[in-house]
């Protein structure tokens, strides 16, 4: 992968490009940006860059040999690190199989990963990935042989939140005493999960979100449709994953608001029934399925929020999304969230997620959430 291919953030090229000229570059590296900003096709195109044979000013070859298996992320001195978790048919081969299917993901993405996907692709929907001290091993094992033609063995690290807490002593190890010429490049969404010891053995390098213009222009080329390119940009926030999805599942888009508009109201009017028929609904979906409604959940109370505020030139809301919102009359939602009530269903709603991440049933934290929403959503403003 190229830096051409990845979208935006030219500063931040630049940059890198300077580290590698100018001979400074550091042995570890956290790339944080949150999903969809673009840090592990940046992490890629700046190992492929160190590694050309024939680099221009700017940018990679992409056409010498070293280049070619860095497209197909078969690079003998390329290591991959990421989350798994072994399938319930599990069979022999399975670590060969399993790679094969992390690069086919990431691949098909061009970079653009998320953990939904590359879960969904290797079928474990209903699994938490880790990544496990036996991960940390084998690569401290891998590194310990000389890099078979690259100028730097390099080792990426993808979601590194997902660090198992017995695999990290190991990490940390080989982070402060690295073989020459290797190099970490770990990739993070969020750094509050990450192990403190480990981001205090980095040096950060934070990817904001993509701008307007760069996202457009990312999104151009395979929508035509430029009405409904700036309506994903205007809902994404800078998340090219999340402007991708909704211009690929306008029907899933759809679902979500349907959704969120039904259980609003039905979670208002306490209507047990309708509420034990939603929560049914929504537990047939994988965990990832249940934790990325309950995220678009957020991002409509934080609509709602800036409304009520008085800031509504800063909302970034569809057309389905605006007529719920902020609709007319009595029908409108956004008057039932406010400063008095926002950071508790805020709260409510992250506990839902961290329970579903760590295996709850689903259908008792949908159920007990829903309660506890219809009592804070009518509750009037102090």
Known sequence: MRFAEVIGHEAIKQRLVRTVKENRVSHAQL?????????????????????????????????????????????????LVFPYAKPQDTEAQFEGKMFAKWREAVLEK????????????????????????????QIIKKLSYRSYEADYSV?????????????????????????????????????ELIIKTIIS?????????????????????????????????????????????????????????????????????????????????????????????????????RQSLLISAGSEDLTRLNTAESDFVIGSGIKRFYPYVNVSNSDKIYDLINQSIYHIERNGQSAIIFFDLSLKLGSLLKAKPV
């Open 110 to 137: 061009n970079g653009y990963l998320t953990l939904t996907s590359w879960y969904e692709k290797f079928g474990i929907e209903r699994k938490q990935g880790i990544i496990s001290a036996a991960d940390c091993n």
């Open 201 to 301: 053995r980095t040096q950060i390098i934070k990817i904001p979100a993509i701008n307007d213009d760069d996202l457009i222009e990312g999104l151009s080329n395979g929508f035509p449709d430029q009405g409904r390119v700036r309506d994903a940009v205007k809902i994404s926030e800078g998340n090219y994953i999340a402007a991708r999805q909704y211009l690929q599942k306008l029907e899933e888009s759809d679902q979500n608001i349907q959704w969120f508009s039904k259980w609003m109201r039905i979670c208002f009017s306490y209507r047990y029934a309708d509420i034990l028929d939603f929560v049914s609904e929504i537990s047939k979906q994988s965990r990832e399925g249940q934790k990325s409604f309950l995220s678009y959940a957020l991002r409509m109370i």
């Open 31 to 79: 790339f944080l940006g949150k999903e969809g900003t673009g840090n592990l096709p940046l992490a890629i195109a700046y190992a492929q860059f160190i590694n050309c044979t024939d680099k221009t000013n700017h940018d990679s070859c992409g056409v010498c040999p070293s280049c070619v298996k860095y497209s197909k992320l078969a690079h003998p001195d390329l290591h």
């Open 155 to 191: 080792v990426i690290i993808w979601m590194v939140e997902k660090l198992y807490y017995a695999a990290a002593p190991k990490l940390l190890k080989i982070l402060e005493e690295p073989p020459e010429k290797t190099l970490f490049l770990l990739i993070a969404a969020n750094h």
